[in-house]
């Protein structure tokens, strides 16, 4: 009656040998020692040692060596009748590859106690390098869009890799001439990475060569070489001694290339390197470097379009104002120009003064919007102006002229305000013809008041479009002070100054040294806007002065 429940138990045994044998998961048992005493075939293909290399061995073979010690605490847990469920963790391959696996392991009681555990192992590799990729995206992004700076985003995509996803991360630019160099480097040893950029600076790539990063970018796509260490990769990868004794000394394993693409232009291309450790790049890790060399190209492309609008805004902005203001003889003139914006964010004030056989032109306007577009009319308006002045005496009608090429032109937002006054000698006095165009109105500082002078409607908004003129004799003692609208609205709303306040500024620094009133001027509206004007200002002052005989 006994043999057969023994032939039921042997039957039962060499099934579960055989679900054991056939399953996915790597399955292995270790007594309390931590001694290896089985090893399913899945182990075998898992972690890369057949069941005669890992039966008798102690399971530390296929610990990484930074977790040593979590192998004593899980044998700690076992010998206490724990069971470890879904425990994620690293291990090595034979081929010195990380992975990262979730275990399961359980305590293997016989006759006499506790023997042993069995361990359930599942690679869960590219299931971890996704999750972090995402986690990385995420975060990479935010950094990758922090500067509109070619060079200083550059630093910033090579940095942020590591050592998150590489010991060393670089990327090599295409050069005007074709080559690819200009390289930016990042890593772990920051010594290693300076030698790194210094040799690739030094020595450019061939695109025709068979480099990993010319070979990327004439495919066009990403690739991975997993074994740098090979005698044929490393002929491929090797730039002259110095490079390879670099590669020996950083201990180069594995590398990932993906092309830098935005817009249709190859930028160039996104290296990642793992060096001095036991990680390999695979090519389910292309997906996402791939995806991250995309952000990456797109913000080096975002930097690259500003430094160019940048530079664009920054030559028209020249074209706002002259380096100085010209000298005219008998008068003494002071400005300060205080841009709010940089390169895109300009704004559109401007100033010229234009001297006379009689006297000069003075001209001050402020045209709406900021950036380029804005910068532009700017442009339009001042050298305009300069035309006309040379064929017409009045102010106001020179400013309608520039209204009728505005309203005449294509753009619907090219409004102005302008203030254009005509200087000329009166025996020792200076007579004054001033032409407004809805500018915030001119100070006449006097000993006896300040005299608001303004009025007028924006250029460029009607066809019949009203201009105030203004005339006034100017003393020798007597200051003209104008001032674009970035004075009186600089700071939060409630420090927004009336043109009356303006006024009363002016007339009481109107004893200083002209230089010293203009100073005066454009620090009380910095300082409302705490150091950072969010709108362009500009305050001219104009005086008369003696003329030797």
């Not at 032109?361 to 700017?378: E, R």
């Not at 013809?433 to 009607?462: C, F």
Request: proline content about 5%; charged content about 25%; hydrophobic content about 40%.
């Amino acid at each position: 009656m006994q043999e057969p429940q023994e032939t039921e138990a042997e039957r039962f045994l060499l099934h579960l040998a055989e679900v054991v044998r056939g399953t996915q998961d790597a399955v292995l048992s270790k007594d309390l020692d931590g001694i290896v005493t089985t090893w399913n075939p899945a182990a075998a293909r898992i972690y890369g040692y057949n069941s005669e290399e890992a039966i008798g061995r102690h399971i530390s073979f296929i610990v990484p060596p930074d977790r040593k010690g979590e192998e004593m605490a899980i044998l700690d847990r076992i010998k206490r009748g724990e069971r470890l469920e879904t425990y994620e963790t690293e291990r090595v391959r034979a081929d010195g590859s990380r992975i990262a696996v979730s275990l399961t392991i359980s305590p293997i009681s016989g006759p006499l106690g506790l023997t042993g555990a069995s361990v359930v192992a599942r690679d869960i590799t590219s299931e971890v390098r996704r999750r972090r990729a995402q986690e990385f995206l995420v975060a990479a992004s935010r950094l990758l869009d922090s500067s509109l700076d070619p060079t200083e985003t550059a630093r910033t995509i090579v940095s942020t890799a590591v050592p998150e996803l590489a010991e060393l991360c670089l990327i090599d630019f295409r050069r005007p001439d074709g080559w690819l160099g200009d390289s930016v480097v990042a890593g772990a040893n920051p010594e290693v990475a300076a030698r790194l950029e210094s040799i690739r600076r030094e020595k450019p790539l061939d695109p025709g060569g068979e480099h990993p990063v010319a070979q990327v970018l004439r495919l066009n796509q990403p690739m991975v070489w997993r074994d740098l260490k090979a005698p044929e990769v490393i002929d491929k990868v090797s730039q002259g001694a110095e490079h390879l004794q670099l590669m020996n000394d950083a201990g180069y394993n594995s590398a990932a290339v993906v092309p830098l693409v935005a817009r249709g232009r190859t930028l160039g291309a996104l290296s990642f390197l793992h060096a001095h450790g036991d990680m390999r790049y695979d090519p389910d890790d292309l997906e996402f470097l791939a995806e991250l060399g995309e952000r990456a190209a797109l913000a080096l492309d975002n930097a690259r379009l500003y430094r160019e609008r940048d530079q664009i805004a920054k030559n028209l902005q020249r074209g706002l104002r002259p380096p100085r203001p010209a000298d005219v003889p008998g008068l003494d003139i002071s400005v300060v120009f205080e841009a709010a914006g940089e390169g895109v964010e300009v704004g559109g004030d401007l100033y010229d003064v234009m001297p006379s056989e009689d006297g000069c032109w003075i001209l001050i306007g402020d045209v709406a919007g900021k950036g380029s577009t804005a910068a532009g009319v700017s442009v339009a308006v001042r050298h305009s102006v300069r035309g006309l002045t040379r064929a017409i005496e009045e102010p106001d009608e020179v400013l309608r002229r520039v209204n009728e090429l505005l309203v005449a032109g294509e753009s619907l937002n090219d409004f102005a305000t302008a203030m254009l006054a005509r200087l000329r000698r009166d025996g020792q006095r200076w007579r004054v013809v001033l032409a407004s165009a809805g500018h915030p109105p001119a100070v006449l500082a006097t000993e006896a008041e300040a005299q608001l002078l303004g009025g007028g409607t924006v250029l460029g908004a009607w066809e019949e479009g009203k201009i105030t003129r203004h005339e006034r004799l100017l003393e020798q003692t007597d200051t003209l002070v104008l001032c674009t609208d970035g004075w009186l609205e600089a700071g939060p709303a409630t420090s927004h100054q009336e043109p009356e306040n303006f006024a009363e500024m002016a007339q009481s620094l109107s004893g200083l040294e002209l230089d010293e009133m203009t100073d005066r001027l454009r620090a009380d509206a910095v300082g409302r806007s705490s150091g950072r004007p969010r709108d362009d200002l500009v305050v001219l002052a104009v005086r008369p002065r003696a003329v030797a005989s």
